[in-house]
């Protein structure tokens, strides 16, 4: 450990020559891990802010300086790398590194000799692996820190310290302070990190989940089914089971794991679907219900969850996209299911089957991730019936792969200047319903060319003339109305 320090100190000897500097934080806890980062922290006694700007002309830059106050930080940035140089917060080093949050995170090197300086145990804990706060009012006075040491546990590996714990749930309700956007950038970041669960487990055990997610306080004391499995923990192993499918994406469906890797390495949908497997029962405290059979009901309950589930987006400053997609998958996340029960009782048509693939398109894989994750989740779930649901999601997937998807992209076999130049329609509505019906008929296979198209729009007109209801025309002002 003497030699690596040497020679990290040796690589950043330039720094020491125009001033004391000491390396600090995060950026020598990865180096000591030989984690890669391109990001550097540097602790100045004196004036940060010239330090920078001597490093900045070296360089042929200039620092940017953020933050207020004393909390302000000089950046240097310099082709792929973030030097970011700080005053001390203290007298000494020592006094700087005692006000950081944990121990791993509380050391500093002296690059002028290599020296390191560990006045909290920060050493024997990066080789313990464990995240260890360094007092109780490190948290206090920035209670995001509570979420961040389960997102270090996460990101590296480490165990989180009983005492650590012990702090994180006595000072729990103090999460409250903390800004929305601060807390969805630390729980987007633990989320993301393989086998998060544990963490997200610990989270909800230390009190510090229902915290930040009150509306799930009300899932923990509602059985979500007869052998008396809550909502909440039917949740925490959808989560489980998302997060594990995801991790070993080719097992499932190895013929499309390409682009099913690509759908949820895409806009951090692997972050997301773990959201909203968090969060896809989240309606059912509120609809509960006994049938006189005794089953236990939760009608519409997928519905109501997008609503409850819109306030948690909103109060984390989640981005427009980001809330959409959740909302998305928790308000249909049961549709492929409604599929499967049609398709083992023979009553799925190739036309319900085309509008669940118009309707989501690529979303469709995200969709049936989620009803995997959700029917393994589920206590006492069938095997054999899992290799069914199995075995019919992959046909979903063979046929939106390798038939819907291209010929969505393809050109539609008539436009809207077509029938409205073909059978004298005005745009309206039922332009848009035609056009549809075509699509859908095109998609199952039921016509293939322009001819059988407008043969097809020859024959909903001749019925729905049938049926009382005048097409649209120009005397009409571009509507149908009822004879």
Not at 78 to 101: A, H, M, V
Not at 103 to 113: R, V, Y
Not at 308 to 317: I, K, M, T
Not at 441 to 464: D, H, M, P, Y
Request: with cysteine; net charge neutral.
């Amino acid at each position: 450990m003497k030699k690596e320090l040497v020679k990290i100190a040796q690589q950043l000897s330039e720094f020491s020559r125009i001033g004391p500097v000491y390396l600090v934080g995060g950026s020598l806890r990865d180096r000591i891990l030989n984690r890669p980062s391109n990001d550097h922290d540097f602790a100045v006694p004196g004036d940060a802010g010239a330090f920078a700007q001597k490093v900045a002309a070296k360089l042929g830059t200039s620092p940017i300086a953020l933050g207020k106050g004393t909390q302000v930080v000089f950046r240097v940035a310099s082709g792929d790398y973030l030097l970011d140089f700080s005053p001390l917060q203290g007298k000494t080093i020592e006094d700087d590194l005692k006000r950081r949050d944990f121990t791993i995170n509380a050391l500093g090197l002296d690059l002028e000799g290599g020296r390191l300086i560990d006045p909290v145990g920060g050493l024997n804990d990066i080789r313990s692996r464990t995240i260890r706060v360094i007092s109780e009012e490190a948290i206090k006075a920035d209670p995001l820190r509570m979420i961040r040491a389960f997102r270090l546990g996460a990101v590296l590996g480490f165990d989180i310290a009983p005492d650590t714990l012990s702090v994180i749930k006595k000072l729990s309700p103090h999460i409250t302070r903390t800004a929305g956007e601060r807390i969805r950038t630390e729980l987007m970041r633990m989320m993301g990190a393989w086998g998060s669960f544990p963490y997200l487990k610990q989270m909800f055990e230390a009190g510090l989940l229902i915290q930040l997610i009150p509306e799930l306080e009300p899932c923990a004391h509602c059985p979500s089914d007869q052998q008396g499995q809550s909502v909440l923990d039917h949740a925490m192993r959808t989560y489980q089971e998302m997060e594990s499918l995801i991790e070993k994406l080719e097992m499932l469906w190895p013929s499309y794991v390409e682009p099913i890797r690509a759908y949820v390495t895409g806009n951090q949908r692997n972050v997301l679907l773990k959201w909203a497997a968090l969060l896809h029962d989240i309606g059912k405290p509120q609809t509960h219900s006994v049938d006189d059979s005794g089953k236990v009901r939760f009608l519409t309950h997928e519905e109501k969850g997008a609503l409850l589930a819109r306030n948690v987006y909103s109060r984390l400053r989640m981005s427009a996209a980001e809330q959409a997609y959740l909302e998305l998958i928790v308000g249909n996340h049961l549709h492929p299911l409604h599929l499967f029960s049609a398709h083992q009782e023979n009553r799925l048509t190739a036309k319900g089957l085309v509008r669940f693939v118009r309707k989501y398109q690529d979303h469709v894989v995200g969709l049936l991730l989620h009803s995997v994750a959700d029917q393994r989740a589920k206590t006492g779930h069938d095997i054999e019936v899992e290799k069914g649901l199995l075995a019919f999601f992959e046909e979903i997937l063979r046929r939106y792969f390798e038939h819907f998807k291209p010929a969505m992209a393809s050109a539609r076999l008539v436009t809207g200047k077509d029938l409205i130049e073909q059978f004298g329609l005005s745009p309206s509505v039922q332009i848009g319903r035609l056009l549809q019906t075509v699509e859908e008929a095109r998609l199952s296979g039921e016509v293939q060319t322009r001819e059988e198209a407008i043969k097809l729009v020859a024959r909903l007109l001749e019925l729905e003339g049938d049926a009382g209801i005048e097409p649209a025309t120009p005397s009409s002002g571009g509507l149908c109305s009822i004879r």
